[in-house]
Structures are given as structure tokens and as C-alpha cells.
């Protein structure tokens, strides 16, 4: 865990003045803030939707984002998956290109489709709103001692 999500979450419990071991997910949930990872998401989706209605630099716009159907007109499985940029060094992973098609491709196809359908902000606020949903309110640990959760 990065040093900067140990901040978020220490600052999530003393803005609820919960406990210093207290559970995250139920105060971003509660708050409506999305945790760390998931606004690099976010952000990384924005960026997609702009993509794919043509709202970025001409730079962007071509060779730099690549569906497997570019590549071949048959029809396969991940046909309409990005294209992951081949890496020959561990390093290249971390680049913003691979990490567009990852996320991308790892997205539910429902809000994928929301691209091409929504405007940004409905786009945005409709990625917000999945991602908060998926916090859990409640802890699923059964015996745990920081809510005393006896689950049987």
C-alpha cells in the first residue's frame, strides 16, 4: 500500500473521528470520495471517453490507442478489447498508454458503452456512482475485531 493511500485513509477516519484500525470502505462510501485507485480510474475513463468522441489533440487521436479489430476483420472473442502495447521492459507497464488499455479492458462493457452514449459529465458522474456502489457498507469478516463482527 502506497504512502499516499495510507494518508487518504488516515484522513478519511479523522474527518469521521473514527477509530485509528477503524474500516475505510464504509467512510468513502458514506462520504461519496472515491478512494485513490479508483480516481486514477476515473480519470483514465475520462480520458477514453474523450478518445473515443474526438475531444482530444490530433496527437492522441491517432497511433496511440489501438482496438484489436484494427488489426485483423475477423471475428474473435476480444475483438473490441484495446490493443495492450507490446513491453519488452517491466518498467513500460507504469506508462499511461498500457495502463489506458488495461483499465479499459478490465471495465465492465456496461460502462464502456456508456462512451459513446453519455456526455462527460453523465459519463463521469455514471463512473462515480458504480464505483462508489462497490464499497462495501458493512464488514464481511467474520470474528473481527475492530467492529466486533460475529457473523455465523
Known amino acids: 500500500m502506497s504512502k499516499r493511500v495510507k494518508v487518504q485513509k488516515n484522513a478519511m477516519r479523522i474527518i469521521v473521528k473514527a477509530k485509528y484500525n477503524a474500516h475505510t470502505e464504509p467512510i468513502f462510501k458514506k462520504l461519496g470520495i472515491?478512494?485513490?485507485?479508483?480516481?486514477?480510474?476515473?480519470?483514465?475513463?475520462?480520458?477514453?471517453?474523450?478518445?473515443?468522441?474526438?475531444?482530444?489533440p490530433s496527437y492522441f487521436l491517432h497511433n496511440f490507442i489501438f482496438h484489436n479489430e484494427d488489426y485483423h476483420n475477423y471475428t474473435t472473442r476480444n475483438r473490441t478489447n484495446l490493443t495492450v502495447p507490446m513491453l519488452r521492459h517491466e518498467?513500460?507497464?507504469?506508462?499511461?498508454?498500457?495502463?489506458?488499455?488495461?483499465?479499459?479492458?478490465?471495465?465492465?462493457?456496461?460502462i464502456v458503452e456508456k462512451t459513446r452514449t453519455h456526455?462527460?459529465?453523465?459519463?463521469?458522474?455514471?463512473?462515480?456512482?458504480?464505483?462508489?456502489?462497490?464499497?462495501?457498507v458493512l464488514c464481511e469478516i467474520r470474528d473481527c475485531y475492530i467492529c466486533n463482527n460475529n457473523l455465523t
Do not use: C, Q, W
Open 34 to 56: 472515491l478512494k485513490m485507485g479508483d480516481l486514477y480510474r476515473l480519470r483514465i475513463l475520462v480520458f477514453y471517453h474523450k478518445f473515443v468522441n474526438e475531444k482530444l
Open 91 to 110: 518498467l513500460h507497464r507504469s506508462t499511461f498508454r498500457s495502463a489506458i488499455a488495461r483499465t479499459v479492458n478490465d471495465t465492465p462493457p456496461a
Open 119 to 136: 456526455s462527460l459529465n453523465g459519463f463521469t458522474y455514471y463512473v462515480r456512482l458504480s464505483m462508489l456502489d462497490a464499497y462495501l
